[in-house]
């Protein structure tokens, strides 16, 4: 996908078809009167039709008539004031799904009054827009089949108009955009495939390849360094299945070396290439989406080659401990006591709590390699789902500041978090008799509790993403399909740029 950007008006631009988006009830005044006059009403025609009202991502497909373009797709943004940087991302990839299945090579983005929301920075809207159109023409449909009816169409040159502004300032943002996009994609795909196809080895072997493209060092710890370190969490969850256990540890920049914030930030993802809960088995019934347990450590994984390709040398960890949760005779059973990498005893009460478990222990061994601040990203719990659904992930962090810091991130990426606290109070309730603490006590607050345990193995300011809702989407929406949304990606993109001295 080219991208270009011109500066000319949208009825100048020639093109297959021409997006117009549409915020709040359409008002045919400046650019839109001129619009809707070359097409000889068209526009004017589809609002009294009642095809414009603000309603969130609806389209309508209009003939051109004098324009030289093959057709033009409105899309609404809803209402003005819901007008959010989530929302322009979503119209840019919904204006890409809407074309699925049809013959569309060449596309034209104009910008519109969208900037108008975001103090007139065009520039921050082109990208997001190039993101969002990136990320709509993902199909997860295509990973293993040659061809999908209705796929968005795989375009060769989008155009990104934007009248009276500086080109060269949308350039580069619809670069950064692109790449952002692209890296999301990357995340989604590594997230979708089957756990017969990804195993915690293939995994390794990707982010081996990942690294190699983008320069960065990789070191990979197997099954036996990682029993000789001490990573008793790591192990009990890996130990159950044939696949052997892969931590898998990814730095840009020199080791030890500090960002120009002062920080060497660690992003973790969860990696459990299939999560059938182990000994503690889950039930059957949707048991397949467990192959998307690995969600957290595909994100990280291709948010530091992201980082990599924006801002080359910007010092970054990410840790990616893979397992594959199964049941077997080498499992971990309920009640089995193991020692932490930091030295503290556990028992694991429940084995489907194991997120929590590969998740200590590879926070721990971040900081052993010099991270100052660490993020984590897990489809830890089904019950952050159940709270928030697929649309806000749950954030936890400690001191408050670090916790700003990553929401921030968030708000500069349009993802939506909202934090969740960790009640000191709960952490009796995962007292041991054996141990220093149990995996997974009583079911009230379980989500809060999943939060207190993962605090328990870092010293250094920490965040934890909960994406057990938002990782995967059960069935396709206006702007995405079903599967892997790549949610996290941009907010850990953007957390690390902070750092960066160039970019
Ligand atoms: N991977 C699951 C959480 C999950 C479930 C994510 C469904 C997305 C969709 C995790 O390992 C798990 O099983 N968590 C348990 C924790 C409990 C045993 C304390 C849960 O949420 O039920
Ligand atoms: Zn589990
Ligand atoms: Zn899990």
Request: hydrophobic residues 45%; aromatic residues 6%; glycine residues 12%.
């Amino acid at each position: 996908m080219q991208f270009r950007v011109v500066t000319d008006q949208p009825w100048d631009v020639q093109t297959d078809l021409l997006v117009v988006p549409i915020v709040g009830e359409p008002s045919f005044t400046g650019p839109l009167d001129e619009l809707d006059r070359r097409t000889g009403g068209e526009l004017r025609a589809l609002a009294a039709f009642g095809e414009l009202r603000p309603k969130r991502y609806a389209t309508a497909l209009a003939a051109p008539g004098g324009l030289p373009v093959g057709r033009v797709l409105t899309v609404s943004a809803g209402d003005r004031d819901g007008l959010d940087r989530e929302v322009v991302h979503h119209l840019a990839a919904a204006a890409e799904r809407r074309l699925g299945g049809r013959t569309v090579r060449r596309l034209a983005f104009w910008l519109g009054d969208l900037a108008d929301r975001f103090e007139s920075d065009a520039a921050l809207v082109a990208g997001i827009v190039a993101r969002g159109l990136v990320e709509g023409g993902y199909e997860p449909g295509t990973i293993y089949r040659e061809t999908v009816e209705a796929a968005p169409p795989s375009l060769d040159e989008v155009t990104i108009v934007a009248p009276g502004t500086d080109r060269a300032a949308l350039e580069a943002a619809v670069r950064r955009g692109q790449i952002i996009g692209e890296g999301a994609n990357t995340a989604r795909t590594l997230a979708n495939r089957a756990s017969n196809d990804v195993s915690p080895l293939v995994l390794a072997e990707e982010a081996r390849a990942i690294a190699e493209h983008h320069g960065l060092a990789i070191e990979v710890i197997g099954p036996d360094r990682a029993t000789e370190l001490g990573m008793g969490m790591f192990m009990a969850v890996g130990r159950g299945s044939d696949n052997p256990p892969q931590l898998i540890v990814l730095r840009s920049g020199r080791e030890g070396e500090t960002d120009a914030l002062g920080r060497h930030l660690a992003i973790v993802g969860k990696g459990v290439c299939f999560d059938s809960g182990g000994i503690s088995i889950k039930p059957s019934e949707r048991m397949e989406e467990m192959k998307m347990d690995k969600t957290g450590a595909a994100t990280v994984i291709a948010a530091i080659a992201t980082v990599a390709r924006l801002a080359p040398g910007t010092p970054l960890l990410a840790v990616a401990p893979a397992v594959e949760n199964m049941p077997g005779p080498h499992s971990t059973r309920p009640g089995d006591v193991v020692r932490a990498l930091n030295g503290k005893w556990v028992e694991i009460t429940n084995t489907d709590a194991e997120g929590r478990l590969i998740l200590g222990d590879a926070l721990t061994y971040a900081e052993r390699l010099g991270a100052t601040h660490l993020v984590d990203v897990a489809t830890l719990t089904g019950a952050v789902g159940r709270a928030f659904g697929n649309l806000v992930t749950g954030a936890f962090g400690t001191p408050q500041d670090w916790y700003e810091a990553v929401a921030a991130a968030g708000a500069r990426a349009g993802e939506r978090y909202t934090q969740i606290p960790l009640v000191d109070d709960y952490v009796a309730d995962m007292e041991s008799w054996y141990a220093d603490l149990q995996n997974a006590g009583p079911a009230e607050a379980s989500l809060v509790k999943s939060g207190l345990f993962i605090r328990e193995f870092r010293t250094r300011p920490w965040a934890h993403l909960d994406i057990g809702g938002t990782a995967y989407f059960r069935k396709p929406t206006a702007y995405a399909p079903r599967g892997a949304t790549g949610v996290t990606h941009a907010t850990l993109v953007e957390l690390a740029l902070a750092g960066a001295r160039s970019a």
